[in-house]
């Protein structure tokens, strides 16, 4: 029982802080994952869970408690898998988010999800069967999973720092960016000056682009604009998965990812273009048509 113990607070710590960190790289996309619950203010509980992720894998990697560190670990998954249930159930939430940047790897339909978290509260039994020791000197295991926590937080907020910090350009330079962006466009899709479109650049197995779509689909129901064109990275089999899931409303055309980067630096991206020009850009998660009707 000892050796699976062991086995079974090393797997564990090593999922729990490749979930935190993979979080953490894509920091923005996982805060925008969570306003999908409901609530914009859901977003700050991005960090929160990072570090709560962080302590619990160091915990359980260096062995600290492991039999309590086993049962919390086992409280948070079945929490999470709740909160998830709800997602599915009552929010049409299909991914996660599990693994933040690393998803598109280890997230499929939503049953996988639970299927997963069951496979890992059944890891920690050994853990949580263990016969518990006094520990003497917990405080360097303490510090170093306090450290770990600390750079998973850290790289948390640099990820979020650049994704929400405007870049300092004149208006000269924003407006030559927006003109050779729609002379790419063009040459990809005849686009007539006297209608509007709305155009979303983005990708088939992108958490957040997917998180997005629903909303950009509103601004055809909605008659918003006169057309919605999507704009993806051809992905085949990410192409086949997200339209059984979605099932799409709007034309959507492909492009390999050389040509959407010429296109544009960041995906998601969502243009509004009307007489011929890019009028605004919203880049990330598309809240709602409203946010175009002036």
């Known amino acids: 029982m000892k050796y699976l113990s062991y086995i079974s607070t090393t797997l564990l710590g090593l999922m729990f802080l490749l979930s935190a960190f993979a979080k953490a790289w894509d920091a923005e996309a996982f805060a925008m994952m969570l306003i999908q619950y409901g609530q914009e203010w859901f977003s700050v509980g991005a960090p929160i869970l990072i570090a709560i992720e ?5 915990a359980l990697l260096l062995r600290v408690k492991p039999r309590w560190s086993a049962c919390a670990a086992d409280i948070f998954l079945i929490g999470v898998s709740a909160i998830f249930a709800y997602g599915v159930l009552a929010r049409g939430i299909q991914d996660c988010g599990c693994f933040g940047a690393l ?5 499929g339909k939503p049953w996988t999800t639970f299927v997963r978290n069951a496979i890992f509260v059944c890891i920690s039994i050994p853990a949580i069967l263990e016969k518990p020791k006094t520990e003497r000197n917990i405080w360097p295991k303490l510090f170093a999973g306090m450290a770990v926590a600390t750079v998973a937080c850290f790289i948390c ?3 979020m720092r650049e994704s929400f910090e405007l870049p300092k350009t004149s208006v000269a330079e924003k407006e030559e960016s927006r003109a050779q962006t ?6 990809l899709y005849p686009f007539d000056a006297d209608s509007t479109y709305i155009v979303y650049l983005f990708s088939f197995s992108c958490p957040h682009c997917q998180n997005s779509i629903a909303n950009v689909q509103q601004f055809q129901q909605f008659h918003v604009v006169d057309k919605v064109l999507g704009i993806a990275i051809e992905d085949e089999e990410a192409q086949e998965r997200f339209n059984r899931i979605y099932q799409p409303e709007i034309e959507i055309m492909t ?3 050389d040509d959407m980067a010429m296109i544009t630096g960041q995906i998601p991206i969502c243009l509004l273009i009307k007489e011929g020009a890019i009028k605004h850009a919203e880049s990330g998660f598309v809240t709602s048509p409203g946010i175009f009707i002036k």
């Open 54 to 58: 962080s302590l619990l894998g160091m």
């Open 255 to 257: 492009v390999p990812n």
């Open 103 to 107: 998803s598109r790897w280890f997230t």
């Open 182 to 187: 729609m002379e790419r466009l063009n040459a």
């Open 157 to 159: 907020g640099l990820a």
